[in-house]
């Protein structure tokens, strides 16, 4: 549901950021670093994981196959495949439970893009950053799906995603880009 919201383009600005902090709280890399911060043993494989409790396992294991999937651009609906599934069971010993593909998309994927989103404004609100130039790109898929990605630059030439909006079925018009470039600068 939360993943719905936020990125459906007729809820109000103020639905669409109290889902993207909901879904930021349940960011897998947020879970897995504070398992990892956890007290590690004197090194040893056996003693390390003796240390964390199922849960701490399952949060690193979770941030592991979302960063797999996502870095190798795979399909995450691969997490339903019998051969995934059998992968997964094998490198386990049977101590892991995969996720379906749905959850990965909905839950976990939209989770740390929200954490990531939520990290990069932060930074872009900062100090650090003496001044933003915001761009944006159109484009479309061969399902003659349209869309456009918005990014803003630093000092440093450093370029940040801030938002990919759907506008199929829309008039592609100078009125357009600018009102979906000025909704993402305000809200960033």
């Known amino acids: 549901m939360a993943w719905h919201v936020h990125t459906c383009r007729f809820q109000s600005v103020a639905h669409q950021e109290a889902a993207k902090k909901l879904l930021a709280k349940e960011a897998p890399g947020e879970k897995a670093e504070n398992a990892c911060a956890k007290e590690k043993g004197d090194g040893n494989i ?91 790109d159109a484009g479309a898929t061969k399902q003659q799906w349209s869309f456009l990605t918005i990014h803003a630059t630093d000092q440093d030439r450093c370029a940040h995603f801030l938002s990919a909006e759907d506008t199929s079925g829309l008039a592609h018009t100078g009125e357009l880009y600018s009102d979906l470039v000025l909704k993402v600068s305000i809200e960033s």
């Not at 964390?52 to 495949?81: Q, T």
């Not at 049977?94 to 990531?116: D, H, N, P, R, W």
Request: with cysteine; net charge negative; proline share 1%.
């Open 46 to 136: 056996v003693d390390m994981w003796k240390k964390w409790s199922d849960a701490d396992y399952k949060a690193i294991a979770d941030h592991a196959i979302v960063k797999f999937v996502c870095c190798l651009g795979l399909a995450p609906y691969i997490m339903d495949s019998s051969a995934w599934l059998e992968f997964i069971g094998d490198i386990s010993a049977g101590c892991y439970e995969s996720m379906s593909g749905m959850k990965l998309t909905e839950k976990f994927i939209a989770g740390e893009a929200a954490c990531v989103r939520e990290m990069t404004i932060i930074y872009l609100q900062s100090n650090a950053v003496k001044y933003i130039t915001y761009g944006f």
